[in-house]
């Protein structure tokens, strides 16, 4: 076929059909290309801020993003002098706090501007200074507080009711507030599911959603019509709702996200945001059901730096999972207890990404770069966050491309061989089963979160061991089996690091001591399930494998000291776990596993 010279073609038609053309090109580009491509950095509540590129609005703009979505606390900037002159006293430590953070944002936000790039402010509703709770709290507090008490601050995180007056009042002035004190502000990223006061000493404040399940529904109407008409449509800023909350409603269910959203009237600048699986981001969980459905335009959450899967301190790739669906979706999963119903995945039923472009719903997408979780491991190297960033993102830039053509891309942004591409990726592939094989069980019910951060919690799996050592020994050596594949698999990515031949020996250290590192991790698992299953065993009265837990407790303490040693040797090595439980308890820990099989040992 002859190939057509564009520039000739164009000038042998006439004018209004080379516009229609034209048109017609552009159109067709761009709708493979989703509106709204941002990336946030979360930095760990209370921590010192994430030293990294992506805060860098260059690199953002190199990497073709659109958008940064900034966890800055910019609703704790703000005065509030527009609703009640002085209602935080001028020269208050209060005000001088506010104030200065007001400061240390315009610089920040300056860097935006000065780059071009649109910013989102991840922002908690509904926080105000204290000054505004010591005058107004009985007018703005629930009279009946159904939220829990699990916060040690308590009374700092004081739950405002969403249907009073002056509340809805104070709301209105913060988002006032906002967009005066900070005009350059593109629009707000809206968190109400969780609230975290670590780093704002004169704030108080909770979600306004109430827990009772009816009325939840009925505060959202509210809070949603309330941010449309002053986000939306007074200032036509943008507003990305965020779904995330705790239990069976509007993250998890359907048909509540239907009930809340049908309810809402459309509006251009308004999108709801959603992590792309049914809960948070784990394996052994469906793709959300609230993805492709309602009438508004959607954007989707997707973590680079799983906390309950390394935090990017070993090989686990991600982007195959968000855009194409995880393996385990082949198969039809119980959300509530993460386990396998034994039944295929429903034909129609979508599992990635590209599973709901033809509901024409999708907007965009927003990368977590970095954060999630508590604490570490802290990455010496970002390897491992720039591939899941990068392939989700430039999936988003044309939705026509594969995975597999994206991920090639990657490798050539890092002038890589196409040998060594090609073991990168198997490196990569291999990792995705690698981690749920070695973390979770294919045959059981899981507790997705008992490894995460830079903790094991071995002692949440006691009632998942109890069944399956109540099943008896068939189902208990599946288990194992699968752990001993995980650990396979784990040798194997070792193995294919070392046959890497990478020109920059930096990166090519990082790979291969960030797959040393998943090795003995997963190693170290499985020990830790032989341990917990012969621990079952104990429990409920059963003969126990002395033989099996001495040599568990030995390969368990050679391991330690194998990473142990990887770290002081290795200085791009993220940092290690802990043996403690999750926030360091010493309940339910690996170190109370070991000691407690020790003392039964002797």
């Known amino acids: 076929m002859k190939k057509i010279n564009k520039c000739h073609f164009f000038k042998q038609v006439p004018l209004f059909l080379t516009m229609a053309l034209l048109t017609n090109l552009v159109t067709s580009v761009d709708a493979q290309k989703l509106p709204f491509i941002m990336d946030m950095v979360h930095n760990n509540p209370g921590e010192k801020p994430f030293v990294t590129k992506y805060n860098n609005p260059a690199f953002l703009q190199q990497q073709q993003f659109n958008g940064k979505v900034v966890q800055w606390l910019m609703n704790t900037a703000i005065n509030y002098d527009s609703f009640e002159k002085g209602i935080v006293p001028v020269g208050s430590k209060e005000r001088i706090w506010i104030e200065n953070k007001a400061k240390d944002i315009d610089v920040q936000l300056q860097a ?15 926080v105000f200074p204290q000054s505004i709770w010591e005058k107004y709290g009985a007018s703005i ?25 002056v509340t ?8 006032n507030e906002l967009f005066l004190r900070f005009p350059a502000l593109d629009g707000l990223v809206l968190r109400f599911g969780e609230t975290y006061l670590h780093d704002a000493p004169f704030h108080s404040g909770n979600s306004p959603i109430s827990n009772d399940y009816q009325q939840s529904i ?12 002053e986000v939306c449509i007074k200032r036509n ?5 965020r779904t995330w909350d705790f239990g069976d409603k509007f993250h998890n269910n359907g048909k509540y996200y239907l009930q809340v959203t049908d309810a809402i009237t459309p509006h251009p600048n308004l999108f709801f945001s959603i ?14 059901p609230a993805l492709g459905t309602g009438k508004h335009k959607q954007i989707v959450e997707s973590q ?11 090989p686990y790739y991600t982007g195959k999972g968000v855009i194409d669906g995880w393996p385990e979706t082949k198969y039809e999963i119980d959300h509530h207890n993460s386990a396998f119903t034994g039944r295929l995945n429903k034909p129609g039923n979508p599992r990635g990404l590209k599973d709901i472009l033809s509901k024409k719903l999708l907007s965009g997408v927003m990368t977590w770069s970095h954060g999630g979780g508590w604490q570490g491991p802290y990455v010496e190297n970002e390897i491992w966050i720039d591939l899941n960033t990068y392939v989700v993102a430039h999936w988003a830039l044309d939705t026509r491309k594969s995975e597999e053509e994206i991920f090639q891309t990657f490798c050539d942004s890092l002038k890589m061989s196409a040998q060594d591409a090609d073991i990168f990726r198997k490196i990569a592939l291999t990792s995705i089963e690698a981690v749920r094989k070695g973390q979770l069980c294919s045959y059981t019910e899981n507790n997705v979160w008992w490894t995460r951060d830079e903790y094991f919690s071995c002692g949440t799996n006691n009632k998942i061991v109890k069944k399956i050592v109540e099943s008896g020994n068939d189902l208990a050596q599946k288990v194992l089996a699968e752990k001993a594949e995980s650990v396979a698999m784990w040798l194997q990515i070792e193995n294919m690091a070392k046959q890497l031949q990478l020109k920059d020996s930096s990166l090519l250290t990082a790979i291969q001591v960030s797959c040393t590192y998943g090795r003995i991790k997963f190693q170290l698992i499985e020990h830790m399930w032989i341990l917990m299953l012969e621990n079952g065993k104990q429990g409920l009265q059963l003969p126990i494998n002395k033989s099996a837990i001495q040599s568990a407790i030995t390969a368990y303490e050679a391991l330690w000291a194998e990473w142990k040693e990887l770290k002081k040797q290795q200085p791009l090595c993220a940092s290690l776990y802990s043996d403690l ?5 010493k309940r339910n820990s690996a170190r109370e596993l070991v000691a407690q099989m020790k003392a039964l040992l002797k």
């Open 112 to 126: 935006c501007e000065s780059a071009g790039l649109p910013v989102y402010a991840f922002t908690d509703f509904l």
């Open 304 to 314: 680079s730096q799983m906390e309950a899967y390394g935090k990017a301190a070993h």
């Open 237 to 241: 800023k943008v507003l990305f709702y």
């Open 275 to 288: 992590k792309y699986q049914q809960g948070d981001f784990h394996r052994m969980h469906p793709f959300n």
């Open 218 to 229: 009925k505060d959202h109407i509210t809070l949603i019509n309330i941010l449309r008409e």
């Open 581 to 585: 439980a999750f926030r360091n308890d």
């Open 168 to 175: 809805q009042q104070l709301l209105i002035a913060q988002i």
């Open 141 to 165: 507090q629930q009279t009946v507080v159904d939220g829990d008490a699990s916060h040690a601050e308590a009374k700092k995180y004081r739950k405002p009711d969403i249907q009073r007056t």
